[in-house]
């Protein structure tokens, strides 16, 4: 029902930047959070930044400070702007929706997750 597609990923010098873009398509009413979280080989997936439709924000410690994650509610386009950034913030980063309000009333009972896109900041 939820479409994501994100775009932004690269290589980048320690101390760099990137900007991360995530745009949501499918037919439903309403999408109460969006984020991003990402995957390192060998560790588990963790939470990076989430946005609510009221603009309430939340941040993994880690990224606390350095990275901005913003959102265009209009076309619900999410973006995750990430400064200072640490070889330890190599990962594949993962666009979610979660809690998708239908147009009939009832949210969806699963969150939805984008392809990934690889960011690795090198030394």
């Known amino acids: 029902q939820v479409r994501l597609v994100e775009s932004g990923g690269g290589l980048v010098q320690v101390g760099g930047s990137l900007r991360l873009s995530c745009v949501a398509s499918?037919?439903?009413?309403?999408?109460?959070?969006m984020g991003w979280y990402r995957q390192a080989p060998g560790k588990q997936r963790e939470l990076v930044a989430t946005?609510?439709?009221?603009?309430?924000?939340d941040y993994g410690d880690s990224v606390k400070g350095r990275f901005t994650i913003s959102r265009h509610t209009a076309n619900d386009t999410v973006t995750l702007q990430m400064d200072k950034l640490k070889p330890e913030d190599t990962a594949v980063y993962y666009c979610?929706?979660?809690?998708?309000?239908?147009?009939?009333?009832?949210?969806?009972?699963?969150?939805?997750w984008g392809q990934g896109t690889q960011v690795t900041v090198s030394t």
């Open positions: 946005i609510s439709s009221g603009d309430r924000t």
């Open positions: 499918g037919v439903v009413f309403r999408i109460d959070v």
């Open positions: 979610n929706a979660d809690r998708v309000l239908s147009y009939t009333g009832y949210y969806y009972s699963r969150a939805y």
